[in-house]
């Protein structure tokens, strides 16, 4: 179904081929029954542990499991760090006799594959979508766009959006300003505004599409770009929104005007503009992060005479600047008084501060918090294993950071492309064969589960292996290198 059977124009790297076909389905090896009463993990598992494409769709096509939408869509959540187990997944249930794919899981589907550079896929999917009448809708356009935008292919997510009504889904207002925030949240702004210049009449920009245009001149740390887009806006009879205040409040920050900040945060309150919780966690994390403890702890603390409670992501913002710019020992005791008052912490929380205690060379107290965390049933997600991964191997204990990788595989919590990255690099340290090796084995892993190394991790990775004599491995990694459309080395194997 996913790559059709043709062959692939030159450099370009298809990540899976599963055909429609598969023949009978008949096997030396019984099909296993299915996890009891459809649970998400179990399934995920054995999916993640099938070796036989054949018994994997006699045991998903069972007449007692009964699929649903939602069960589906969780389990290629489950999967999504390894993206073509997902889409086989997928795939599979794509021909189950009873269950038909919902809009939401053909939505994952072409995510995935987009992530995957697969483009041909893509619009397979795409175009299967529109047969059996579920869309393409306006999400669907969104999440193609935005990997296009990632891909750094800026100019072939405004052609997508340009052709939406080609498939069938018109252009709105809201897919409009969708793509001017996908190119702002890219640093595209130049092209965003430019997009918006010739669209704002046809569209009929409103306090969203500007806010989006200097949310991305904001980004960009130029504020008095931003500052003129809202003067445009309130000169075409739009009125700012609270949104537009805190969009600028921000901007100020992020650009190092912090007194023109806080100027701007003592205007907004001497006109009676409405100030939310959103605008106090901003000039607490402004001010954390350029040091200003006591400003930050100030304001913090002054919120509740203010009118506004702070929320789980001030506490967080406060918690984050504390273990950056004063002490991980402070940061826990406001995670304790946030915890006395009611608030639950969630896993931005308990990452800030295993990454406090594991910055401050508490490593052992970092996995305590992970404890803690679990008793919380929260669990620890991909950032959670990567934090404490970098910095056990950053402290030399790689054994410990690959004990922990063993335990995402196993399908706890699957590794992403920062984890490998960061094992990868690791694997340099001690300029030991054995490291190297892990290094390659390392490497074919993360294009097997449909990740793409940057041309500098190929090619350290290679110089390793050849420098420490391991010319097998090293020849396979140049042929995959090659397969993934890299330009090959020039090395005589």
Known sequence: MFALLRKPPKNHFHFFCIYRDLSPLTTTSPAPLPPAAADPAALASLILTSTDPRTLTQTLHCPSLHWTQQLVDQIIKRLWNHALKALHFFNILSYHPTYAHSRSSFDHAI???????????VWTLVHRMKSVRLGPT????????????SAGKADRAVKIFLSMHEHGCRQSLNSFNTILDLLCKEKKVEKAYNLFKVFRGKFKADVISYNVIANGWCLVKRTNKALEVLKEMVDRGLNPNLTTYNI?????FRAGQIEEAWRFFLEMKKRKCEIDVVTYTTIVHGFGVVGEIKRARNVFDGMVNGGVLP?????????????????VENAILVFEEMVRKGYMPNSTTYNVVIRGL?????????????????????????????????????????ERGLELF???????CLPNLDTYNILISSMFVRKKSDDLLVAGKLLIEMVDRGFMPRKFTFNRVLNGLLLMGNQGLAKEILRLQSRCGRLPRQFKL
Do not use: W
């Open 358 to 398: 594991c910055h401050a060379g508490e490593r052992e107290r970092a996995l305590e918090f992970v404890g803690r965390m679990k008793d919380d049933e929260c669990e620890p997600n991909v950032q959670t294993y990567n934090i404490l991964i970098r910095y056990f191997c950053d402290a030399g204990e790689i």
């Open 138 to 149: 306006q999400k669907t356009f969104a999440i193609i766009a935005e990997r296009y935008v």
């Open 406 to 412: 063993e335990k995402m595989g196993s399908g706890v």
């Open 311 to 327: 929320s789980v992501a001030t506490y967080n913002a406060m918690i984050q600047v504390l273990c950056k710019k004063d002490s």
């Open 248 to 252: 600028v409040l921000k901007g100020y």
């Open 111 to 121: 995510d995935l594959a987009a992530r995957l550079r697969d483009y041909r896929t």
